[in-house]
C-alpha cells in the first residue's frame, strides 16, 4: 500500500515535470548573427557535409572534395554518408531538436526543410552569393540556371544552392523502334499512339512505355493542362481524370505498364520487355550498364511540355563559426567550378546547374553519354513541386495512391472507386 | 508485515535509473508528444487533434487492419508448423544436429539479406516461385505487384522467417519432457497419435504460451520485413502498411511527429489487450 503510494507521487512529479519541459521547450532558435563574411580561412577550420550519395556518385564527390582540400590547405571537409534520400531526412528531421549535432551543411530537398527554415535554422545564402570574394558578386553573375536557383528557395529565400539535379527522360530501344517503324514520340498523344503500335505489332510480347514516377507522372500531367500542384486541385475531377485515364487505359490494354516493387522500369528495358520508358537523366548509367551490346538505346527530351527538375540541393544549417560558414560557401562554390561541374556530370549522370556548362561543346558533345545533348531542350521548362506544408507528404503520397488505381486496371476492373479512394487519401496528406 | 529497507533502494537505483530514463520517460513523453502538433523542433499542445486525424485517416485504419491479419494469421500459422516441424525432427529423423543447424539459420541471417531473397523468389517476371507454379500449370499471382497479394506475400515471409526461433524453444521443450511418459505410454499399447495428444502436447502448454505472446506481441510491430520485401516501402499502393510502418513513417518522412505519437499510443493500448485476452484465454486453458 505504501509503496504504491510512493509510486504514484513519483509518477505525479516525474509527470508535473515532464509538463513543464515539455511547453519550455520552445523559441530558443539562435538568431544569425550576420556577421561579416571572412573573405579568407586562415585558421583550421573543418566543414561537416551530410550526403546521401553511393557508388560512382560518392566516389566523384569525394575526389572533388580532395581537390578542394588541396587547394584550401586550411579547410577540411567531412563527408558524411548518411544513407538513402529517406534516411537522410529522417536523420535531419531528428537531428534538429538538438543543433549542436546538425552538419554545416547538408543535400536536401527543399520541401524537408519548411521547418527548419521557419524556424530560422538555415542561413539565407544570398550575402555569400553577392559578396565578390566568397561568392559570385550576384546570383546572375553565377550562372546558376534560374529555375534550379528559384527551386532551392524556400518560402522565397534563397537557402539553397542547387548540386545534384537531374530531369526526366525519355529512354527507348532504337533498334525495336526501327523494327516496328516507330518514330520517336515528342507529345504524350503520340507516346500513347507508338506504345501501342509497339505492342500490337510485337504481339503482345513487348509493351510500348512506361514511367518510373507516378508521382512526376499525375504533377506534369496535371501541370501541362494548366493545374498546378496544391491543395486545391480536384482529385476527381475531369483534368484529374483524364491523366489518370490516359495511364490507366493503356495499362488494361497491356502497351503501357509501370515499375512495381522493382522501383524503376531500367531493369525491364534492358530485358527488352519495354520499349521506352521515363525516368532520371541520372538513371542513364544503369541503362547503359544493363542494354551492353544488347541493342542501341536512344535518349530524347520527356514528351511532355513541362519537366520536373529533381535531385537535391545544398543547404547551410545555422551555427558554427563565421569561418566554417565560409570555408563550406566556399567548397558550395568549387562545385560549380565548371571543370568540376563537367567531372561531375560524365561521372553521374546529374545534370551540370551552370547555363555555361550545360551549352559547353564539351558537355554537349559527350560521347560517352547520350543525356547532354538533348538536355537543353529536356530544360526548356521545368517545375518543381512547391515547398509549402505538406506538399512533400502530398506528392509522396501520390505514388502509392496511383499504384492502387492502376492495380485494378491491371486487372481489368473499373479504376473509378480506386480514385475516390484516391481523393480521400490525397486529402489527408494534405491535411496533416 | 515485512518492511522493506530503505538501503535497498540505493542498490535499485542504477537499474531503476535506467529504466525510468529509457523505458518509463519514452512512453511518458510519447503520450504527450500525442497531444501535440507541429514539427519536432517546436511542438504545440493541439489537444485530440491528431486523434482524430489518425481516426480519419485510411491509410491508419489499412494499417491496423492489416498488422492483425498478419498477427492473428502468420502467428498461428507460424506455430502449427513449426510444432510439427519440430516433432518430426525430435522424433523421426536422424542427425539431428545438421536439421537444427538448419532450421535455425534464418535465425542468425538479417531480415534484409533474407527479404532480398525472397524477393527474387517471389517476383511476378522472374521469379522462381511462379516459373514453378507456371511449369505446373497453376496460377502464377504477382506476389509483389499486386496489391491484393501483398499481405499473403508478407505473411509466408513471416511464417518462414519465424520457424527458426520457435524451432529450437519447441525442440528444447520436447527433450525437457521426461522420457519415462512415452515408456508407460508404450508399455500400455498407445498409438503414436495418442501419445503426441495426451503426452507431447500438454507438456508442451507452457511453451507455446510464451512462443504465442512473444510471436504475437512481436507481430503487431513488424516493420522490418516489410521493408526488406518490399523494397523500403510498404508494398504496392500502400498495401502492406502496417501499424510500425505508419508510424515511422509519419515521424520521420512526413514530419509530424504528433500523428505518429497518436498511432503509437493507439497501437500501445491494442496490443496491451489482445495481450490480456490472450493471457485470459491460457489461464483458462491451463486450468
Excluded at chain 2, 535455425?104 to 514453378?132: E, H, Q, W
Aim: charged share 15%; hydrophobic share 45%.
Amino acid at each position: 500500500m505504501k509503496f504504491s503510494k510512493k509510486l504514484t507521487a513519483i509518477a505525479v512529479a516525474a509527470l508535473a515535470m515532464l509538463g513543464t519541459a515539455a511547453c519550455s521547450n520552445n523559441g530558443g532558435s539562435n538568431s544569425d548573427s550576420n556577421a561579416k563574411i571572412p573573405t579568407k580561412i586562415s585558421k583550421k577550420t573543418t566543414v561537416v557535409f551530410w550526403h546521401a550519395m553511393t557508388g560512382a556518385q560518392e566516389k566523384t564527390l569525394k575526389s572533388l572534395t580532395s581537390d578542394f582540400e588541396k587547394k584550401n590547405p586550411n579547410i577540411t571537409i567531412k563527408l558524411e554518408n548518411q544513407g538513402k534520400y529517406p534516411d537522410l531526412q529522417a536523420k535531419i528531421n531528428s537531428t534538429l531538436q538538438s543543433p549542436n549535432n546538425l552538419p554545416t551543411i547538408t543535400q536536401a530537398y527543399p520541401g524537408w526543410l519548411l521547418d527548419a527554415a521557419n524556424a530560422k535554422r538555415l542561413v539565407d545564402m544570398t550575402p555569400y552569393i553577392n559578396n565578390s570574394k566568397i561568392g559570385w558578386g550576384s546570383a546572375k553573375k553565377s550562372d546558376i540556371r534560374e529555375e534550379l536557383l528559384k527551386g532551392a528557395q524556400i518560402k522565397g529565400t534563397q537557402y539553397g544552392i542547387p548540386f545534384n539535379k537531374s530531369v526526366e527522360m525519355l529512354t527507348y530501344n532504337k533498334d525495336l523502334l526501327d523494327k516496328y517503324g516507330v518514330k520517336v514520340p515528342t507529345n504524350m498523344k503520340e507516346l500513347k499512339s507508338a506504345a501501342q503500335t509497339i505492342y500490337k505489332k510485337s504481339n503482345g510480347k513487348v509493351v510500348g512505355a512506361g514511367f518510373d514516377s507516378l508521382s512526376n507522372y499525375y504533377v506534369l500531367g496535371m501541370k501541362d493542362r494548366g493545374v498546378n500542384f496544391s491543395k486545391n486541385i480536384n482529385f476527381t475531377g475531369s483534368d484529374s481524370k483524364a491523366v489518370i485515364n490516359y495511364y490507366a487505359d493503356g495499362i488494361k490494354k497491356g502497351y503501357f505498364e509501370t515499375a512495381g516493387s522493382a522501383g524503376y522500369l531500367s531493369g525491364d528495358f534492358s530485358n527488352q520487355k519495354i520499349a521506352m520508358f521515363v525516368g532520371t537523366s541520372a538513371g542513364e548509367g544503369f541503362v547503359k550498364m544493363g542494354v551492353g551490346n544488347k541493342f542501341q538505346y536512344g535518349v530524347a527530351p520527356r514528351p511532355s511540355k513541362y519537366n520536373m527538375q529533381q535531385g537535391t540541393d545544398i543547404y547551410m544549417f545555422n551555427k558554427g563559426t563565421a569561418d566554417q560558414k565560409a570555408a563550406a560557401f566556399m567548397f558550395i562554390k568549387y562545385l560549380l567550378g565548371k571543370q568540376q561541374q563537367l567531372t561531375w556530370a560524365n561521372k553521374t549522370g546529374y545534370i551540370p546547374v551552370t547555363n555555361s556548362v550545360i551549352n559547353s561543346s564539351e558537355y554537349k558533345d559527350s560521347t560517352k553519354t547520350k543525356v547532354p545533348a538533348q538536355l537543353n531542350k529536356a530544360m526548356a521548362h521545368l517545375y518543381s513541386v512547391p515547398v509549402v506544408k505538406n506538399s512533400n507528404a502530398a506528392y509522396t503520397q501520390l505514388n502509392s495512391i496511383m499504384q492502387g488505381i492502376f492495380a485494378k486496371a491491371k486487372k481489368g476492373q473499373n479504376w473509378n472507386s480506386a480514385i475516390d479512394a484516391g481523393k480521400t487519401k490525397f486529402q489527408s496528406a494534405w491535411n496533416q | 508485515m515485512k518492511q522493506n529497507q530503505k538501503k535497498a533502494w540505493l542498490f535499485l537505483a542504477p537499474a531503476l535509473i535506467c529504466v525510468t530514463v529509457f523505458s518509463i520517460w519514452p512512453i511518458i513523453r510519447a503520450f504527450i508528444m500525442s497531444f501535440q502538433g507541429g514539427p519536432l523542433i517546436n511542438m504545440q499542445f493541439n489537444g485530440f487533434a491528431n486523434y482524430v486525424y489518425i481516426f480519419k485517416d485510411p491509410d491508419f485504419w489499412h494499417a491496423i487492419l492489416n498488422t492483425a491479419i498478419y498477427a492473428f494469421l502468420a502467428v498461428p500459422i507460424g506455430l502449427i508448423i513449426s510444432i510439427a516441424l519440430a516433432w518430426w525432427v525430435f522424433s523421426k529423423i536422424k542427425h539431428q544436429a545438421f536439421f537444427k543447424t538448419m532450421f535455425f539459420m534464418p535465425y542468425v541471417t538479417s531480415t534484409i539479406a533474407i527479404g532480398i531473397v525472397f524477393r527474387y523468389i517471389l517476383n511476378g517476371k522472374y521469379g522462381m516461385l511462379d516459373f514453378c507454379l507456371r511449369a505446373m500449370h497453376l496460377p502464377a499471382p504477382d506476389w509483389l505487384d499486386d496489391p491484393s497479394m501483398s499481405i499473403i506475400s508478407l505473411i509466408i515471409f513471416g511464417v518462414w522467417a519465424s520457424l527458426a526461433f520457435n524451432i529450437v524453444i519447441l525442440m528444447g521443450a520436447l527433450r525437457n519432457i521426461d522420457p519415462n511418459y512415452y515408456v508407460l505410454a508404450d508399455m500400455y499399447g498407445a498409438s503414436g497419435r495418442e501419445k503426441f495428444w495426451r503426452i507431447t502436447m500438454p507438456q508442451l502448454v507452457p511453451t507455446l504460451a510464451f512462443l504465442l505472446t512473444v510471436n504475437l506481441i512481436g507481430a503487431f510491430k513488424i516493420y522490418t520485413q516489410v521493408y526488406a520485401l518490399f523494397n523500403g516501402v510498404a508494398g504496392q499502393a500502400n498495401s502492406a502498411m502496417t501499424a510500425v510502418f505508419y508510424i515511422y513513417n509519419k515521424f520521420q518522412v512526413v514530419g509530424t511527429p504528433g500523428v505518429a505519437m497518436a498511432a503509437t499510443v493507439v497501437l500501445f493500448l491494442f496490443i496491451l489487450f489482445v495481450t490480456y485476452l490472450q493471457r485470459k484465454l491460457m489461464k483458462k486453458v491451463n486450468s
